[in-house]
């Protein structure tokens, strides 16, 4: 299996490198050459397998000749144990033909857990076979870097520093970070928004000096080994519902397209899968694009949902890419377009395209706050607010076809908005209950990479 760079210009790399790499040198974002198809039969034979077996069967052709079926097994294994639910992604039913896919019952109460567990895993046994350190800087609305930190405190291989916007995740993401005490782990509070902090990691690695120097790596979503392993609950849950003989449909809170992006190659890969909703906040970016073929940045407006309060959607590159037929330069066009003047025209033929894989509706922050207190009011349900948004989006979607809307956070996660909506304060699980007694350990740094590239050499001095 070889992966190449959306921009066309990168050297192909096989999975292991790809997964150590992050973003290609040409500055895009890799995907699979081809990608496998899994048949009826295969799917089909999903249905009673535990989880774990299930990431085995759905990732293992990806992954070339990286890791022995053994080894690869052992990882997940691992990466799975410390999840609080023996379905480790159970589904519940909502309402007639809806269900909710519970996917924060990781260590960090949200969807990001999933891959992050099982490339802290595939990163310690890559490197400790090469013998080689990285440091991986992350950027994060709040949950990636929380499971980040997770993922790889006390790791021997690996520095990690997540840049999160100061002042704009919640309380309790925010302390998932900064109390964690290992020596290799770093928060770094950044000047700006979340976009802000995702331009800078992407300007890191555009920065090959520095780059080849410290031995950057990257566990956003720019990290194709991130993306599979979300593909895996898609099979899970459609399976659970009827799959490969029944259509089920899917709607994601969407910020960075990561998630959704994991959707679309499951349905690429063979999986039935009638729509993809992507359901965005009042920072709607990806639906007005959907929508009108102009992908136009505006400022990003502070949400109650703060992990998808996200205007440059990195993923939507990769969803791009294949829109406009896999030709790189035509994708290099629109980003430069994007980084000199803030947003692009999709093409017509690109639009289509992509219409006919992605629907799309928003919530405002009066609908999100409406839904979480109507879910608890008539479901019986406390729903995070960016769960919130995609069960008020899968709203308009609900039909013949079951529709699985993805719970991406714990309610506690958020317990300020919950609390708004519902007058209910839900607690963090007993292994947290000390989260806010924590001493926290942070440091503040400006939007600034030439700041952000001396303080990581510094730490790595240290
Ligand atoms: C809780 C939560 N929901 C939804 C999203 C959106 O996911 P994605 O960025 O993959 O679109 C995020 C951030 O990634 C998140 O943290
Ligand atoms: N919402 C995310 C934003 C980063 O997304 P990623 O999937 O690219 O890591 C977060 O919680 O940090």
Request: glycine share 8%; charged share 20%; aromatic share 8%.
């Amino acid at each position: 299996m070889r992966y190449i760079s959306t921009r066309g210009r990168a050297p192909e790399l096989s999975f292991e490198d790809t997964m150590l790499t992050g973003l290609a040198r040409d500055g895009g974002l890799y995907v699979p050459a081809e990608l496998p198809r899994m048949t009826e039969a295969e799917i089909a034979a999903l249905a009673g397998v535990s989880y774990e077996e299930a990431a085995f069967r759905v990732m293992r052709p990806f992954l070339g000749d990286a890791f022995a079926d053994d080894e690869f097994r052992g990882i997940i294994a691992r990466a799975y144990a410390g999840f609080g639910h023996a379905a480790r992604a159970p589904l519940k039913q909502l309402q007639d033909n809806h269900f909710l896919l519970e996917l924060f019952h990781g260590p960090t109460l949200a969807f990001k857990d999933f891959a992050m567990q099982l490339i802290g895993q595939l990163f310690q046994a890559a490197l400790a076979r090469r013998g080689e350190r990285v440091t991986i800087v992350g950027a994060t609305s709040g949950d990636t870097g929380s499971a980040a930190m997770e993922a790889f405190r006390g790791l021997d291989n690996v520095n990690v520093f997540i840049l999160f916007p100061h002042g704009r995740v919640s309380e309790v993401q925010r302390r998932q970070m900064t109390t964690v005490t290992e020596a290799n782990a770093h928060a770094l509070a950044i000047s700006g928004t979340f976009d802000d902090a995702q331009a800078r990691l992407k300007d890191m690695f555009n920065d090959f000096d520095f780059r080849d120097e410290v031995r950057l790596a990257g566990v956003n979503s720019i990290n194709f080994a991130r993306v599979l392993a979300q593909v895996v609950y898609y099979f899970t849950s459609a399976v659970a519902l009827g799959a490969p003989h029944r259509a089920v449909s899917f709607c994601v809170p969407t910020g960075n397209f990561g998630d959704i992006f994991a959707g679309y190659l499951a349905k690429r890969m063979g999986l039935p899968i009638e729509r993809l909703v992507v359901a965005t906040n009042q920072n709607d970016i990806l639906h007005r694009a959907l929508a009108s073929g102009d992908y136009e940045t505006r400022e990003v407006a502070p949400s109650i949902s703060p992990s998808m309060d996200i205007q440059v959607s990195s993923n939507f590159e990769r969803a791009l890419f294949d829109a406009y037929g896999r030709d790189g330069a035509a994708v290099a066009q629109l980003m430069d377009e994007l980084k000199s003047g803030g947003g692009f025209h999709i093409s017509q033929g690109a639009l289509q395209a992509l219409r006919g894989d992605f629907a799309s509706g928003r919530a405002s922050e009066a609908e999100t706050a409406a839904m979480i207190a109507r879910a608890r009011a008539e479901m019986g349900e406390l729903l995070c607010p960016h769960s919130a948004v995609g069960v008020h989006v899968a709203q308009d979607f609900l039909g013949a076809t079951p529709m699985v809307t993805l719970a991406t956070a714990h309610p506690a996660k958020f317990p300020d908005a919950v609390e708004a909506a519902t007058g209910i304060r839900p607690p963090l699980p007993p292994r947290m209950a000390d989260l806010m007694q924590r001493p926290e350990r942070v440091t503040r740094v400006g939007n600034d990479l030439t700041e952000l590239e001396t303080l990581i050499r510094k730490a790595l001095a240290a």
